[in-house]
């Protein structure tokens, strides 16, 4: 099965600076991979996706980049602010098809006003 | 984008009594769907498959008589968590792949379950 792999697990960021979150995967027919960000108490929440035929995304601050050959792929936040504060997840599909994900550990990040 | 509903957000039971999640798909149709467990501080972790008209699939570990999926129509399932007891007590998480993009996962609100 997939196997998926997040680092690191805490990161604190000035207001204003970037930040990156890294994942690899396991299963080279991954063909989707999602990243979520947790607020506590809430369910995940989609916020930014790519498919393997793509190698990097942009969503205003957000971009997603994608590696299939090193398998991995990563997350990364422009011009943080305190709001970004979350726990972010990465996931990737078991299989292809409508299949349940596996997910990365987690990221803690913290901005700091 | 798709709704999944959860109900209830919040449950607090006693131990050895059982507790009933549902997880309806609002605006599509959902063959399947999947139930996860969060505890804190930690990832989200499959605990089973909802399969609509058969039976589920459970992850490994994951006792099937003690939570029981019922997936009677292609917009509700639910877990049941029998005989509950506090280690029992977690976020769970129900999700769908479905509607007309195929591959994004919409989650519930999340149900966290207290047994005291």
């Known amino acids: 099965g997939e196997n998926v792999e997040q680092h690191p697990s805490t990161l604190s960021v000035q207001e204003g600076d970037s930040a990156v979150i890294k994942c690899t995967y396991s299963?080279?027919?991954?063909?989707?991979f999602p990243w979520y960000k947790q607020e506590l108490g809430k369910r995940p929440q989609l916020i930014i996706d790519?498919?393997?035929?793509?190698g990097e995304k942009k969503d205003q601050r957000i971009a997603v980049t994608l590696n299939k050959t090193a398998k991995h792929f990563s997350l990364h936040i422009t011009e943080t602010q305190p709001e970004d504060s979350a726990v972010y997840f990465c996931?990737?599909?078991?299989?292809?098809?409508?299949?349940?994900?596996?997910f990365g550990s987690g990221t803690r990040l913290q901005v700091q006003p | 984008g798709a709704v999944v509903s959860q109900h209830p957000s919040w449950v607090i039971c006693k131990s050895g009594t059982s507790v009933k999640i549902e997880c309806r798909s609002l605006?599509?149709?959902?063959?399947?769907m999947f139930w996860y467990r969060q505890f804190p501080k930690q990832s989200l972790m499959l605990m089973a498959t909802?399969?609509?008209?058969?039976?589920?699939?459970?992850e490994q570990g994951v006792e099937k008589d003690k939570f029981l999926i019922n997936h009677a129509s292609l917009t509700l399932s639910t877990l049941t968590v029998t005989s509950a007891h506090p280690e029992d007590s977690s976020f769970y998480i129900c999700?769908?792949?479905?509607?007309?993009?195929?591959?994004?996962?919409?989650f519930g609100q999340g149900t966290r379950l207290t047994v005291v």
């Open positions: 605006d599509f149709q959902a063959t399947t």
């Open positions: 909802s399969n609509e008209g058969s039976k589920a699939t459970y």
């Open positions: 299963d080279s027919a991954s063909n989707y």
């Open positions: 790519i498919r393997s035929n793509v």
């Open positions: 999700s769908a792949r479905g509607g007309q993009l195929n591959t994004e996962a919409f």
């Open positions: 996931a990737a599909p078991r299989g292809t098809g409508r299949r349940a994900l596996t």
